[in-house]
Each structure stands twice: as structure tokens, then as C-alpha cells.
């Protein structure tokens, strides 16, 4: 990869990280604990804000999988790694990257 699309990637990588932060700010308060008391609450509200911190916990978990791929491809950029197939070595083609910033395989290789 040529220190263009390197440099261009990185900053793609990077403001993607800084939105996954910005999202995992948002979805703290989804996350809280939900509140037993009946009386201010019906059951089935109840029910649909346990359901609704359950989403938010299963978010939580997909950014927090998709940072550390990111900070991976990182990593891989600053070893002159990334953009390389790790299975067979061949480049990744350009769309790939830019649609899965992350990937370490190319199609052929990720598909069988």
C-alpha cells in the first residue's frame, strides 16, 4: 500500500474510533440499571426497558469488538502490514478496506 492510501486510511480508522467513542458515550445511559418499583413503573414498561438495556448492553459489546479490529488495523498500518491478505499474502482490493476498514483477508481467502 502506497503512503497515500496508508495516510488516508489511517485517518479513516481513526475518525471511525473517535465515533465508536462518541456512540459509547451515548449509550451509557442505556446501559443503567433498570428501576424495580412498580408503583412509578407498569410491568410491561418495566419489561421494555429491560429489553432496551439489553440492546444497548449488546451494542456496547459490537463497538467494543469493532474498536479493537480497528486498533488492530492500526497497528497493522504502522507494520507496513495492512492491505495484505494474512492468509495468502495478496493485496486487499481497495473497496474491501473501505468497506470493512479492519479486514485481513481478501475475498477469495474470506470467502472459502
Known sequence: MNGSNATRFRGLIEARLTQIKDENALGRGGQSVVELDQQS???LSRMDALQMQAMAVAQ?????????????????????????????????????????????????????
Not at 67 to 75: F, G, P
Not at 83 to 111: F, H, M, N, W
Request: hydrophobic share 30%; aromatic share 4%.
Open 60 to 112: 456496547q459489546k459490537r463497538r467494543d469488538g469493532e474498536a479493537m479490529r480497528l486498533r488492530q488495523a492500526l497497528i497493522r498500518l504502522d507494520e507496513d502490514e495492512y492491505g495484505y491478505c494474512e492468509s495468502c499474502g495478496e493485496d486487499i482490493p481497495l473497496k474491501r478496506l473501505e468497506l470493512d476498514l479492519a479486514a485481513t483477508q481478501c475475498v477469495s481467502c474470506a470467502s472459502g
Open 41 to 43: 413503573v407498569g410491568r
